[in-house]
């Protein structure tokens, strides 16, 4: 099975700190993606990537930016964090066109 | 846009009842995904649809690909506790060949 891995579980950051979000995916899938979560709002795209070195905007990125160096690893960067990004953040991965998704288990991140 | 509509918003059910949720699109599909979030966790696939009026089960679980193409339903039947969770429907997003749409999510809670 596929496996997507983020790095923490929970995290708990001060405004004005600079976040970094990691993502790894162990099964070569070319596209990986970040959403955040909350209540009421559903799954929110922030960015996605389909290729090493290849990003691209979704829904709500801004305050956000993303890192693609390796095939395996998509970073999510909080470049100045602020209360209104506390949330639940997923990572997904997929296969080619029309692949269904696979998630990471998610970051839980508190700015206060 | 292209919309995902998900319902019920939440369901409140009695161990052993069925359950059914639905999910309407304002455009045809030809993939129809559904997937469980248990507490704390990332979205897991249960089920996949590709064909229109396919009838798919995963145990307990009986997802259907509705004949407009434009639907899909899950049905849950004989509910236990661990069954809570959010069930996210998906689709291709438009203008996508790599990217899916999510529903709302149906949060379900089984009562003893």
């Known amino acids: 099975d596929v496996k997507v891995t983020q790095s923490s579980r929970y995290l708990v950051k001060r405004t004005g700190e600079k976040v970094f979000l990691e993502c790894v995916q162990d099964?070569?899938?070319?596209?990986m993606f970040w959403y955040r979560q909350d209540p009421g709002l559903g799954l929110r795209l922030i960015y996605f990537s389909y290729d090493v070195k290849m990003k691209e905007k979704g829904d709500i990125p801004e305050g956000y930016s993303v890192s693609r160096e390796k095939k395996e690893r998509f970073s999510l960067i909080l470049e100045s964090a602020s209360t209104n990004q506390t949330s639940m953040y997923l990572c997904a991965s997929s296969y080619g066109t029309l692949g269904s998704y696979t998630f990471g288990s998610g970051t839980r991140l508190t700015v206060v | 846009g292209q919309q995902l509509n998900q319902s019920p918003q939440s369901m409140f059910i009695q161990e052993g009842e069925d359950v059914s949720m639905n999910c309407t699109s304002s455009?045809?599909?030809?993939?129809w995904l559904w997937y469980k979030q248990d507490p704390g966790e990332g979205p897991v696939l249960l089920i996949a649809l590709y064909k229109a009026g396919e009838l798919t089960s995963n145990g307990r679980l009986t997802a259907q690909f509705g004949i407009t193409r434009k639907d899909s339903f899950l049905n849950i039947s004989a509910s236990i506790p661990s069954d809570v969770g959010i069930y996210f429907c998906a689709g291709p997003a438009r203008g996508s060949a790599r990217q899916l749409t999510f529903g709302s999510g149906t949060q379900l809670t089984v009562l003893p």
């Open positions: 455009s045809i599909f030809n993939t």
């Open positions: 099964m070569d899938h070319e596209n």
